[in-house]
């Protein structure tokens, strides 16, 4: 992390504190609908069956911990999961962290498909992307069409009990540290009244080594009061990941 970006962090006003402390509260008492749709049964399946490739491709690749699972149980569906984005597999690397016996598959993640790197554009020209998606429970996004519109397929699993994943940097990262969050989390949050649960990832270790050692913390859930704005949202939401990031 940058020395800039660190010191965003450490000055943190009063009110960003008291905002945290607020959304580690006691959760309130929401009502969903129970509705079940053919799209999260298949999901469900499909990310459940991921997990051997997952635990495999993972730990071959790095020195992988997961810390703090125990923070896992302290919620219930539905949740929004926020997550800084590091690499284009965060996705899959989700169903290591949830564990074999999961219970709270499926996630649904919210992703775009049209990229900056050459290779996914390449993979989304001939189908490989969008046949991921399918299978994965997978939603579009697209950029420039407006916050609101693009949540209402997010709002609409929410409502119907299931979790969103979002990544509120918007595109993978790869320089060390943390970058500026945008407000569709927030946003999402406000409509839904649902509470919040802030993962990192870190990838570390020298250059070249056989394997870098990748970092997973998992943070206590937040729940959102409903009176705060979604700036402040947003910051709460970047320096519980940063947070976490640096442990």
């Known amino acids: 992390m940058s020395n800039q970006t660190i010191a965003d962090v450490a000055v943190q006003s009063d ?19 129970k509705k079940q749709s053919l799209i999260r049964y298949f999901s469900m399946a ?7 490739i997952a635990y495999i491709f993972f730990h071959s690749l790095y020195k ?12 219930v569906s539905p949740f929004i999961l ?8 965060d996705s899959f690397l989700f169903r ?10 499926p996630l649904r993640f919210m992703a775009v498909d049209k990229f900056d790197y050459k290779h996914l554009n390449f993979l989304t020209r001939i189908g490989v992307i969008k046949a991921l998606y399918a299978l994965f429970g997978v939603f579009v996004i697209v950029p420039g069409k ?15 009990g299931g979790n969103v994943v979002i990544y509120p940097e918007g595109k993978i990262v790869k320089k060390e540290g943390v970058s500026e969050f945008k407000r569709g989390a927030a946003v999402l949050v406000q409509k839904t009244n649902v509470p919040v649960l802030p993962v990192s990832f870190r990838i570390s270790g020298e250059e070249g080594a056989v394997k870098k050692r990748l970092t997973v913390n998992i943070g206590e859930p937040l729940w959102i009061p409903e009176n705060m704005d979604e700036g402040n949202i947003t910051q709460v939401f970047y320096n519980s990941i940063v947070n976490l990031y640096n442990k």
């Open 82 to 89: 926020i997550s800084n984005h590091v690499a284009s597999y």
């Open 64 to 75: 992988v911990t997961i810390n703090d699972r125990q923070n896992l149980k302290k919620i």
């Open 96 to 105: 290591l962290v949830l564990g074999f016996w999961a219970s709270h598959l």
């Open 46 to 52: 499909t990310q459940f069956l991921t997990w051997p």
């Open 15 to 33: 009110a960003t504190d008291t905002a945290l402390a607020n959304a580690l509260a006691k959760p309130r008492i929401i009502s969903i609908p």
């Open 146 to 160: 407006g916050v609101e519109e693009n949540l209402k397929v997010a709002s609409d699993i929410i409502m119907d």
